[in-house]
Each structure stands twice: as C-alpha cells, then as structure tokens.
C-alpha cells in the first residue's frame, strides 16, 4: 500500500517556467488538497478537492491551478514559477475532511 | 477564517522530561483538532486527535488537552525520547467552512541524550 505518491522530490525551476507536480494516492480517498510549508509559517493550504471534477481555492491560490479528473491523481500545476513560489509542497488525502495523510513532499526552488 | 498560532518555535528538553507544546485558535465553532508530527525529510504524519466534545485524550505517553472557553489547546509528551525529535504542528478544522485544516506555524522539538 504505497498511501500518497509525490513526484519528483526536487525541482529546480527558472522564472517563468511551467510545471507540474504530481500526487497519486491509493487509498481510494474523496478529498484531496495541496500545502506549502515555508519557514515558520506552517503548512498552508492552496487548493483542494471533495472528489473528482470537484476543486476549490485555499488560503495561497494565486499562481496555481489543479484539476480531479479522477479520484487517484490531484496535480498542481505552476503556470509561470516565481521566485516566491520556492517552497516545499506537500500533497495530502483523506477519506474525511479531517485525518489528512500527507506525501514524502516536493522540494521546489526558483531562480 | 480560522487563525492558528503555537508556542514555542522551538523547544529543547532533556532525555527523560516533558515537553509541552501550545496552541490558540480563533474561531470557537472550530470542532476537531489534530496534531502532526514531521521527522526530517518527511511528511508530517497525525499523531493524536481531539474533539470539541473531549477535555483531553492520552495516547502512551502523549496526551492533548482542550479548553473551549480559552479556545486553546495543548500537546504533552512525557519521558522525552531523542526519537520524539521533530516538528510538530497543530491544526484546527472549521466544519461549516468547506475548508480544510488550518495549521499553526510548527515547533521544533529537540530531545537531548
């Protein structure tokens, strides 16, 4: 039972580029969300998800996109990377809204 | 919304004492409020949980306290092992938002052998 898959680990980005980072989990969980955790901030929320085709906006959106088109695989996407996206972004399931389980993380830097 | 803070950032405890980590929430409907713990590298990972129905829940040696009227709760852990070394977050959930968890900024617990 692999529980939330993140992929990759690391990433380094220049301003301006596109990415994705990529979360699976097999646990056959409704909700989904995606956090960034930077220094002394904890770990905020950017977008999330009750369950396929459904998504909304958290705390940080701005920046982001992400889409459910089924119940395994949440990604996120960059659309133009800045400087104040570097962060390490953590991907979380669960089957209710509460007991959230989180991936091994995405270490992202950007130039 | 929902606006979390914990005390202390940091935290350095003997092998063998307690350790105690405290949070404040904002919002009194907020009803659940899990605690994670990170180890380095890692993702953080539910520790213990309580509800807004429970003054205090144990778990070996961690325990969580809540006080509603204050609107704060804590987390205990007793006879310190350099294992228990680590981040730990607290949260709060708001059930009527439609949001998620909201963290408070983490504590960093060193346990010295």
């Known amino acids: 039972n692999a529980g939330v898959t993140q992929t990759p680990k690391f990433q380094v980005l220049k301003t301006g580029q596109s990415m994705t980072l990529q979360c699976a989990q097999d646990?056959?969980?409704?909700?989904m969300s995606w956090y960034r955790q930077d220094p002394g901030m904890g770990l905020r929320l950017i977008h999330y998800?009750?369950?396929?085709?459904?998504?909304d906006q958290g705390e940080v959106p701005n920046g982001y996109n992400v889409s459910r088109s089924t119940t395994e695989d949440f990604p996120l996407r960059l659309l133009s990377a800045a400087p104040s996206q570097t962060s390490v972004y953590f991907c979380?399931?669960?089957?209710?809204?509460?007991?959230?389980?989180f991936g091994s993380g995405t270490q992202l830097s950007v130039l | 919304g929902e606006n979390v803070e914990q005390h202390p950032s940091t935290l350095s405890v003997q092998e063998g004492d307690s350790a105690v980590i405290k949070c404040t929430y904002s919002?009194?409907?907020?009803?659940?409020f899990p605690w994670y713990k990170q180890e380095l590298g890692k993702g953080p990972q539910l520790i213990i949980d309580?509800?807004?129905?429970?003054g205090e829940k144990k778990d070996q040696r961690i325990a969580v306290t809540l006080n509603k009227t204050a609107k704060h709760f804590s987390l205990h852990i007793t006879e310190t092992q350099p294992e228990d070394s680590a981040v730990y977050f607290c949260?709060?959930?708001?059930?009527?938002?439609?949001?998620?968890?909201?963290f408070g900024g983490g504590t960093r617990l060193m346990v010295k052998p």
């Open positions: 949260a709060a959930f708001l059930s009527n938002a439609g949001n998620m968890l909201t």
């Open positions: 919002d009194s409907a907020s009803n659940y």
């Open positions: 998800s009750v369950g396929a085709g459904i998504t």
């Open positions: 979380a399931s669960s089957s209710r809204h509460e007991k959230l389980f």
């Open positions: 309580i509800r807004s129905n429970v």
């Open positions: 646990m056959n969980h409704e909700y």
